[in-house]
């Protein structure tokens, strides 16, 4: 009943503070575990140029990119707080985009980007590219 | 516009936000179209205008398990104003006609009121946004432009700061409108532009359709404050 209620309460009574201030900004980036050094890759990363035309179909559907933007809203919460829900969120996203590959272990980390560069600010233990079933 | 006209205009327009909202995540993720399926079939229902109170009800029954299934609003700001729509919608529904009703939906125009108005206040009071500088960070190094290419953006500071003044003054403003329909209907289409060249620019496509569909709200509330 608690958490409903601090679910709801923002919802009823929002702060409005779009952009108040601009953060440094969390990028997800995932690599396989396989004894070599890791190669980071970013997830999802975006286009170089979107058409008009893409632009104006977005505007009815944009699944790939609102599932960017909430993978934000999980990094955000794991800066502040890792929460397991967050991480198991980003995990299985990430999982759920790559081709199957059984044996595989993964790691994913959260770099945060300002103006002065980047820093790593999390590191997801290692888990198998297979969901759990 | 009247109590009535408005009250299903807010349906109508809430039930097409819910279907987008439910096509994005039925199509892109089995796993999440067994949770969204149901919303997608009330918003159907409430599209048709078939028995809305208990449509309404469920939907906001429905939207708890949402918010616990994403552990808050899936896509931050839109989410709950779509969210807050609902709720308010809800509530008009269920009072009795009278001042019980027209104070529930009328919540929800003083909320489309501030959403623009506080927006405004907390980056005028900031000084990276009156210089520009704040702008020049969203486009050089934060997660929201489409594309790489609009990161170039960043390297343009004094349409920068023209774009900053021109959005801080337009959101302060906008209460304002409040004093003459025409003046609103002019807000209210800047301020669809405005959600718009967000969406196209930043990929913010459900905040558009959020927002449109909490203005007969406004629309009805200056009615009832003007006469």
């Keep these: 009943m608690r958490k409903t209620l601090s679910l709801v309460l923002p919802v009823l009574i929002p702060s409005w503070q779009f952009f108040k201030t601009i953060e440094p900004s969390p990028r997800v980036q995932w690599a396989r575990i396989d004894g070599d050094a890791p190669r980071w890759q970013e997830f999802r990363p975006r286009p170089q140029r979107l058409s008009p035309a893409q632009m104006l179909r977005r505007l009815f559907y944009s699944a790939a990119w609102n599932e960017a933007l909430f993978l934000v809203s999980c990094a955000e919460r794991i800066e502040a707080e890792p929460t397991a829900h967050s991480i198991t969120e980003i995990q299985r996203r990430i999982l759920a985009t790559l081709p199957h590959t059984p044996d595989a272990t993964l790691q994913f980390r959260l770099i945060f980007i300002d103006h002065n560069g980047q820093d790593l600010l999390y590191r997801s233990a290692p888990f198998p590219a297979h969901p759990a079933p | ?227």
């Excluded at chain 2, 994403?70 to 919608?89: A, I, K, Q, V």
Aim: net charge positive.
């Design chain 2, 1 to 227: 516009m009247s109590l009535e006209t408005a009250l299903r205009a807010t349906e109508v327009l809430l039930a097409l936000v819910f279907l987008q909202q439910s096509a994005e995540h039925i199509f892109h993720r089995r796993g999440e179209a067994l949770l969204f399926a149901p919303r997608a079939a009330l918003s159907l229902l409430l599209l048709s205008g078939i028995a809305p109170l208990p449509v309404l009800l469920a939907l906001s029954a429905h939207s708890l398990l949402v918010l616990h299934r994403f552990s808050g609003p899936y896509n931050g700001g839109s989410d709950r104003m779509g969210l807050l729509t609902l709720y308010c919608l809800t509530l008009a529904q269920t009072l009795p006609p009278g001042s019980a009703r027209e104070g529930a939906f009328g919540y929800l125009a003083v909320q489309v009121l501030l959403s623009y108005f506080i927006s405004g206040q907390v980056k005028v009071i900031n000084p990276d946004w009156r210089s520009g500088r704040a702008l020049q960070d969203v486009f050089a190094f934060s997660a929201y432009p489409v594309s790489e290419d609009l990161r170039s953006l960043a390297a343009r500071p004094r349409l920068l700061w023209l774009m900053s003044w021109s959005v801080m003054l337009f959101e302060l403003a906008f209460p304002v409108a409040l004093f003459h329909p025409t003046a609103l209907i002019a807000a209210l289409a800047v301020a669809a532009l405005f959600h718009l060249a967000n969406a196209c620019l930043f990929g913010l496509n459900r905040f558009v359709w959020a927002w449109l569909a909490a203005y007969p709200s406004i629309l009805w509330l200056q009615d009832r404050l003007l006469g």
